[in-house]
């Protein structure tokens, strides 16, 4: 239920990081949340995982990936690439990570569906980070200093036309080691549509 997730960290720190395993057979119902796709930094659809799990080890259904695109030279990294876990919503899916070394990182998630969905972006924050949420703009901040290290920039669209989405935070919970839980943030960005889809994440540093 990972498919297409990613990890970032900014100057040797981690900001964007996965929630862990916890446990395995002790507790059912936090293994599943655990191995779900809001437990990581991916798309959920309509609250749902791709994957559905069936048992703490087994799955009822995997989300099958695939890179479409890979170039990395001088100036840029990009990846692209697309899963088929939301089929069963009629949602075709695809995911673009562009790295350019100045500093930018662009997060585009190309979402199509005949019908309306509900569609959430996560981001889990690392244990020394809180946000700043001013309308389609947040500030990544260091818990001890402060200081405001990183800042993302959304603009989401609809069949090419502006679309309005929100930004949430709450707690949430990570397990760096097994057995333990820590608390933490997460970040979600949720819109609502039909047809064509784009949201485009903007990276960069404030220092």
């Excluded at 395993?21 to 119902?29: G, K």
């Excluded at 001890?144 to 949430?168: M, Q």
Aim: proline share 2%; net charge neutral.
């Amino acid at each position: 239920a990972d498919a297409l997730s990613f990890v970032m960290s900014f100057s040797g720190d981690p900001i964007f990081v996965d929630s862990g395993t916890y446990t395995y057979t002790a507790d059912l119902n936090a293994r599943e949340l655990y191995r779900s796709s809001s437990a990581h930094n991916c798309l959920t659809v309509n609250g749902k995982s791709s994957s559905i799990p069936d048992g703490p080890f087994s799955w009822k259904t995997k989300a099958n990936s695939n890179v479409l695109h890979w170039h990395a030279n001088s100036a840029e990294a990009k990846f692209v690439g697309r899963h088929d876990g939301f089929r069963s919503f009629g949602v075709e899916y695809r995911r673009e990570l562009l790295f350019e070394y100045h500093g930018l990182i662009t997060l585009t998630d190309t979402i199509e569906s005949a019908q309306i969905n509900s569609f959430e972006l996560n981001f889990l924050l690392s244990p020394t980070i809180d946000a700043d949420i001013t309308d389609s703009q947040v500030a990544l901040k260091d818990r001890r200093s402060g200081v405001t290290k990183l800042v993302i920039r959304t603009e989401a669209c609809n069949d090419g036309k502006s679309l309005t989405g929100n930004w949430s935070i709450s707690d949430w919970l990570l397990s760096p080691i097994y057995g333990k839980q820590i608390e933490s943030k997460k970040l979600v960005y949720t819109v609502s549509a039909k047809g064509k889809v784009e949201v485009k994440n903007r990276i960069f540093s404030a220092i």
